[in-house]
C-alpha cells in the first residue's frame, strides 16, 4: 500500500530553520516525481518545490527560492525539504506528493499528482 508521511515540522523563530522529510513506502521514489505543497488557513494550495524522478532536477516557487532546498535519498526512500530563513508568510501545513509520468529529468507542481500526504504544520512566530 502506498504511503507518504511528513515529518519535521514545528514552531520556529523567524529567520530559523526546519528540514522536513516525506517518507514513502509501498513505492519507489526512483520512478516517482516528489513535490512539496503548502496551504495556509483561508488560502489555496501552493505548490513550493518538486525534484524530478532521477533527482537531478529541482524547481521552486519565487517565494522560496534561495531559502528552500529540495533533496531526494532514492536509496532511503526519503525526500527532503531544507527551509532556512523562515519567515511568517511560510507558516502553513506542508503536504508531499507524488507522481509517476514519462519525465525522469523534469518537474512540474502543475502537474496532477496522484498521491499525497497527511501533512505537517510549520509554523513561524516569535
Known amino acids: 500500500q502506498l504511503q507518504l508521511v511528513e515529518s519535521g515540522g514545528g514552531l520556529v523563530q523567524p529567520g530559523g530553520s526546519l528540514r522536513l522529510s516525506c517518507a514513502a513506502s509501498g513505492i519507489t521514489l526512483d520512478y516517482y516525481t516528489i513535490g512539496w505543497f503548502r496551504q495556509a488557513p483561508g488560502k489555496e494550495r501552493e505548490g513550493v518545490s518538486c525534484?524530478?524522478?532521477?533527482?537531478?532536477?529541482?524547481d521552486y516557487a519565487d517565494s522560496v527560492k534561495g531559502r528552500f532546498t529540495i533533496s531526494k535519498d532514492n536509496a532511503k526512500n526519503t525526500v527532503y525539504l531544507q527551509m532556512n530563513s523562515l519567515k511568517p508568510e511560510d507558516t502553513a501545513v506542508y503536504y508531499c506528493?507524488?507522481?509517476?509520468?514519462?519525465?525522469?529529468?523534469?518537474?512540474?507542481?502543475?502537474?496532477?499528482?496522484?498521491?499525497w500526504g497527511q501533512g505537517t504544520q510549520v509554523t513561524v512566530s516569535s
Open positions: 506528493a507524488a507522481v509517476t509520468n514519462v519525465y525522469a529529468n523534469f518537474c512540474s507542481s502543475k502537474w496532477k499528482y496522484s498521491y
Open positions: 525534484v524530478s524522478r532521477r533527482g537531478g532536477s529541482t
